[in-house]
């Protein structure tokens, strides 16, 4: 049996469990989102600002923490340190530094890729709490009518409890009023 004030008090938390969470998760994309358009000087596509970005996205503070991104940026800025020193001693044409222009263009393409699917990741994790709190809230809607109906339910238990007393009581006095006569 579902008591509707219980639930309703369990569905005010998850209501605001998912404010909490689409908060925070509007509040991340819209920071991935500012980095992305302030290397993109805020114009282009969204493609462009992510392969102007990924960069700054990568070395946020809270990327740090993902070990994807910071595997990415710390292997990128490897190599980009090895070309260097590779083209002071070496032209640009030279195969050595032709690998690692390679390594490092598809190490760019990996972030670039890593960045876009993050953004798409935030967008559809913000899209399933705001549906959440959408079905939550014509739950919510739909209680006043069930408590209604539970104390209309409740009502008519306590009224044919008390008729049930009345009538085993008059049972008793007509019992005891038909021994009497006998």
């Known amino acids: 049996m579902v008591v509707p004030t219980a639930e309703a008090?369990?569905?005010?938390e998850r209501r605001a469990d998912y404010e909490?969470?689409?908060a925070e998760k509007r509040l991340e994309l819209e920071s991935v989102e500012a980095l992305l358009r302030g290397a993109g000087r805020g114009t282009g596509t969204e493609a462009q600002q992510v392969k102007g970005g990924f960069r700054r996205v990568l070395s946020a503070p809270a990327m740090r923490e993902n070990q994807a991104a910071s595997n990415i940026l710390t292997t990128l800025l490897q190599l980009e340190s090895q070309r260097a020193e590779?083209?002071?001693?070496?032209t640009a044409s030279d195969p050595d530094v032709q690998v690692l222009e390679?390594?490092?263009?598809?190490?760019e393409l990996?972030?670039?890729l890593f960045v876009g699917t993050y953004v798409d990741a935030l967008r559809?994790?913000?899209a399933g709490y705001e549906r959440s709190?959408?079905?939550?809230?014509?739950?919510?809607?739909?209680l006043p009518g069930q408590e209604l109906t539970l104390a209309t339910l409740q009502r008519n238990t306590e009224v044919l409890?008390?008729?049930?007393?009345?009538?085993?009581t008059r049972l008793k006095e007509a019992e005891i009023t038909n021994a009497a006569e006998d």
């Open 102 to 107: 390679k390594t490092i263009a598809d190490y």
């Open 86 to 90: 590779l083209r002071g001693r070496r």
């Open 124 to 126: 559809s994790e913000v």
């Open 20 to 22: 909490a969470r689409i």
């Open 161 to 168: 409890a008390a008729l049930q007393a009345t009538l085993r």
């Open 110 to 112: 990996q972030g670039q």
């Open 9 to 12: 008090g369990a569905a005010v």
């Open 133 to 142: 709190l959408a079905r939550l809230g014509s739950t919510l809607a739909a």
